[in-house]
């Protein structure tokens, strides 16, 4: 059983960084094929950031240049490394693992199978 915790998020200034952490259990982080979406209320959940099956980088738009997606094979941990927040970054953020079919891409919510329960991150001026 695969289970997904995040942690990390909190409360910062427009153009502070936050660094969120999703601990993996059942799951090898060296697989790669994970990702952090976004959501919040009354909105669809957003592909922020992905790493497909070969370890390349995916980003979305909003993001490029600004987040970061990593992993830490000896804690078994996905990173977001979110520099320069500005308020419409402000959602709650969940980390996902084990994509499938990805034809529509790897920052489509669809197409993945484990989710943690997420954590919340706001931005305030």
């Known amino acids: 059983q695969v289970q997904l915790a995040e942690s990390g998020g909190g409360s910062v200034q427009v153009g502070g960084s936050v660094r969120l952490s999703c601990a993996a259990i059942g799951y090898s982080v060296r697989r790669w094929c994970m990702a952090w979406f976004r959501q919040g209320p009354g909105k669809e959940r957003e592909g922020v950031a992905a790493?497909?099956?070969?370890?390349?980088?995916h980003y979305a738009d909003s993001v490029k240049g600004r987040f970061t997606i990593s992993t830490e094979d000896a804690k078994n941990t996905l990173y977001l490394q979110m520099n320069s927040l500005k308020p419409e970054d402000t959602d709650m953020y969940f980390c996902?693992?084990?994509?499938?079919?990805?034809?529509?891409?790897?920052?489509?919510?669809?197409?993945?199978?484990?989710w943690g329960q997420g954590t919340e991150v706001t931005v305030s001026s």
């Open positions: 996902a693992a084990d994509c499938r079919d990805v034809g529509t891409g790897f920052l489509d919510a669809t197409n993945y199978n484990n």
């Open positions: 790493l497909d099956w070969f370890g390349d980088r």
